[in-house]
């Protein structure tokens, strides 16, 4: 297996800057690239990034992709099925994790008081 990431070793992870809302999502969720980069027009890659939610921010549909998905709530709450509206659903705290294959639907999701996630995704080696 080919992984399209630079060798970093370990150094401050600037958290005030270099974030920005991924295409499809609402206004205050935002991502970090760490390393990596995901092709999904041609399926291949990897990508390690941070997504923070602000506080009170939700999403309302599910989330499907045709990549594999590691998610660890580093910190906060998220909250896993909740309404259009933004209620109800599944709350879960730091130190949870989730990994969802190609093709599995989640969310929608919500953060009462904002949340960080770190996550990978990638696809299936050919």
Not at 47 to 60: D, I, K, N, W
Not at 84 to 113: D, E, I, M, V
Request: with cysteine.
């Amino acid at each position: 297996m080919t992984v399209n990431k630079e060798h970093k070793e370990f150094h401050n992870v600037d958290l005030t800057s270099g974030w920005e809302t991924p295409a499809g999502y609402p206004s205050g969720i935002q991502q970090k690239i760490l390393a990596g980069a995901l092709d999904e027009k041609n399926k291949r890659g990897t990508r390690s990034r941070l997504l923070r939610f602000a506080p009170g921010v939700y999403t309302t549909d599910p989330f499907v992709h045709d990549y594999w998905e590691e998610v660890y709530l580093v910190s906060g709450d998220l909250t896993v099925g909740n309404d259009k509206q933004g209620n109800g659903g599944t709350t879960f705290a730091p130190n949870t994790y989730a990994c969802r294959p190609p093709g599995a639907y989640h969310g929608p999701f919500k953060s009462t008081h904002g949340c960080i996630l770190f996550e990978l995704h990638y696809y299936d080696p050919a």
